[in-house]
């Protein structure tokens, strides 16, 4: 580990890993799941549908005007 000169100990982040249970839209609690970070959850399919929800009302509010 590149952190072993501060007592690391990679193991634990592995143990945890195999620990949980990978994230998914459909679960019904995430409090205990593992989300993988090299994946960005802010790109989910219910952010995006949201931000382009609010995008088309303010688009249609605008071309009121």
């Known amino acids: 580990s590149i952190y072993s000169f501060r007592n690391a100990e990679p193991s634990l982040f592995n143990e945890k890993y195999r620990e ?3 994230y998914n839209e459909g679960m ?5 799941t593992k989300i ?3 994946k960005n ?3 989910r399919q219910v952010v995006l549908d949201s931000i382009n ?3 088309n009302n303010i688009q249609i509010i605008l071309e009121e005007k």
């Open 20 to 22: 949980y249970e990978l």
């Open 53 to 55: 929800d609010i995008q």
């Open 41 to 43: 959850f802010r790109s």
């Open 36 to 38: 993988i970070l090299s």
């Open 28 to 32: 019904q609690n995430d409090i205990s």
